[in-house]
């Protein structure tokens, strides 16, 4: 049984950790967020706002081959800024191993069974929390130009079967009856029904929200920079203004962030900072978006969100460090590529512009649970481009872990010690 009243402080103000906070402070816990800069403001912010439970981790087989043909392309989907960085060398080693068939079977079959919960979560949040986030639980199309991209796609969609979802093959011209803006050079693509999309910014916001009315506190500019022990027992935090926060429990969901912490405690984590980018686009004065559902153009890993009266452009991984340097060509490419498949998007005005770092682990999976040898300290990062998609969930099953004592559904695939 849980203490009563338990402290427990959750690092970071994303997704992840609100969820987090939202989750044990719904089971009684007393609860403190503790964020470096304000309320979902990291990768949160800008995501592509998509929810696609079932999706396969950035590790696939083939994927290395396909890298290595444009790694070092400013303009690919994945890039890699060429520099001297050993921990990137043996993130990208790592990574190459886990790019096989056996991986993506065992990472799909963990990420199921958290998936074919996660819609429903979200639906569930959105109507008893009266949430206004732009919630649409309408799925996606992820479109092709190429044979060579609809055929991996459709191989994609088999494993997807395997594990319990329904996506659905669709020639060019039934594309085009269901999304009039996919111009005639589209060959076919993949609807995936249990996806949904919302405004990622407004989600966490009105979280958050809901989470303050449970009794938390959010404290922002509160950047923690040492774990207090005794003798081996947790006792909180300190910040960088020199304020120690006492706690039972804590709670590191600190992104790309995260692995600093954790190295106090003797902890690797091999996090690497995957920069994603966006547009906003308005439509034409008079005019209403040219785009109604969402789409993925496939060649080129780009969303394309329609949001409360834009259309958001967004994708890309590029690796070069923990900094939020926009290079521009690739910005630009977003709204680039997109004018081979649709109609319209050229014309848009730009309404912002952005980037942001995802927390990427080298198997692609999450780190979730205690820190090996500190039970009162607990992980939740590693979500890469999945951190919308699991938010909720990860904070569920984070708050069975610490106020049960185990989570309701088999997190062993995520476990945090599996990098020692």
Known sequence: MAREQQHAVVVGGGVIGICCAYF?????????????????????????????????????????KQALKSVFDPLSPLYVAPRWDPALAQWLLTFSRNCTAGHLDRSMRALSSVGHATTSLFQELVSEEELDCDFRREGYFEVYLTDRGLHAARGEATVMRQHGFRPEVLDGAALREREAALNDSVLGGIFYPEAATLNPYRFVLEMAERTRRQGAELLTG????????????????????????????????????????????????????????????????????????????????????????????????????????????RLEQLTRVAARYLDGVGEAVSRSEWCGLRPCLPDGLPALGPVPGHPSVFVATGHAMLGLTLGPMTGKLIAEYIIDGAPSLDLAAFRADRFR
């Open 24 to 64: 044990l402070s719904k089971h009684g816990a007393r609860v403190t967020v503790l964020e470096r800069d304000e309320v979902g403001k990291g990768a949160s912010y800008g995501s592509a706002g998509v929810i696609a439970p079932g999706h396969a981790p950035i590790n696939k087989p083939g994927r290395v």
């Open 222 to 329: 509160a950047e923690v920079v040492e774990i207090l022990e005794d003798r081996g027992r947790l006792r909180g935090v300190r910040t960088l203004d020199g304020d120690a926060i006492a706690a039972d429990t804590l709670v590191l969901a600190t992104g790309a962030y995260g692995g600093a912490l954790a190295r106090q405690l003797g902890y690797r984590l091999p996090l690497q900072a995957a920069k994603g980018y966006h547009r906003d686009r308005d439509p034409r004065e008079g005019e209403t978006p040219a785009l109604r559902h969402t789409c993925m153009l496939g060649e080129n890993s780009v969303f394309c969100t329609p949001m409360n009266g834009f259309v958001r452009f967004a994708g890309t991984l590029e690796f070069s460090g923990i900094n939020h340097d926009i290079r521009r060509p």
